[in-house]
């Protein structure tokens, strides 16, 4: 079955800084790979998805996820962070045809 | 087109009371399911439903019911609640499951305590 590690709970960063959130992941099979945005207080909105072709993914809000296959990771990218992507990132995989597994989440707090 | 809708947003239960959270979606999706949030543990699936009238059991099904007898509906039940179930539970659609590209769309969001 496949399973999600967030390596970080939390990451401070400065704003303007760039930031890396990280993701690895478990699993015998091909899988789709998610990253999930949860803003205070409310749901989790979808940042971007890799479901096939090229392993480098564009998100919105300036965000982007490099699918590295060897060494099963998902890592979340920005080169410049605002105040307002403070918030908790989930990733997320699914195997397919079967359920979708989060990961325990990051929360970025970006500092002025 | 409001989406995935979740009531009531807050509830506080004592110890045994039961109760449901509602979530209707009016998007005509097929999928739909619970998840509770709890911290450092990311989201964890209780039930699923793949269309009206089957449901399944997710990771963590203990101590909940689901029924699906619309698209639209998707109530989850605590029968008798324990303070365990303290938690922020979320429900979420999506188009269709089986090709596991699953991009869901997710309520705000029910924050259930109990006493």
């Known amino acids: 079955a496949q399973s999600v590690t967030q390596l970080d709970s939390q990451v401070p960063v400065f704003e303007e800084a760039p930031v890396e959130l990280r993701c690895n992941y478990s699993?015998?099979?091909?899988?789709?790979l998610f990253w999930y945005v949860q803003y205070p207080n409310q749901g989790l909105q979808l940042l971007l998805k890799?479901?096939?072709?090229?392993?480098l993914v564009k998100g919105i809000n300036g965000f982007e996820a490099e699918f590295n296959k060897s060494q099963t990771s998902f890592h979340l990218r920005k080169p410049s962070v605002h105040i307002s992507d403070t918030a908790e990132y989930f990733c997320?995989?699914?195997?397919?045809?079967?359920?979708?597994?989060f990961g325990a989440g990051t929360i970025l707090r970006v500092k002025s | 087109n409001a989406g995935v809708t979740q009531t009531p947003k807050f509830q506080v239960l004592k110890t045994g009371q039961s109760m449901t959270l509602q979530c209707a979606q009016d998007?005509?999706?097929?999928?739909m399911s619970w998840y509770r949030q709890d911290p450092g543990m990311g989201l964890r699936l209780i039930h699923y439903?793949?269309?009206?009238?089957?449901?399944d059991q997710g990771e963590v099904p203990n101590g909940y019911n689901v029924s699906r007898s619309t698209t639209e509906d998707f109530p989850l039940r605590l029968l008798s609640a324990a303070p365990s179930q303290t938690s922020v539970y979320f429900c979420?659609?999506?188009?269709?499951?089986?090709?596991?590209?699953?991009?869901?769309?997710f309520g705000a969001g029910s924050r259930l305590t109990v006493l």
């Open positions: 699993s015998s099979v091909s899988v789709y």
């Open positions: 979420a659609s999506s188009y269709s499951h089986f090709s596991g590209a699953n991009v869901l769309t």
């Open positions: 890799y479901l096939s072709g090229s392993t």
């Open positions: 997320a995989v699914s195997e397919r045809g079967n359920k979708l597994v």
């Open positions: 998007m005509n999706h097929e999928y």
């Open positions: 439903s793949v269309g009206a009238g089957i449901t």
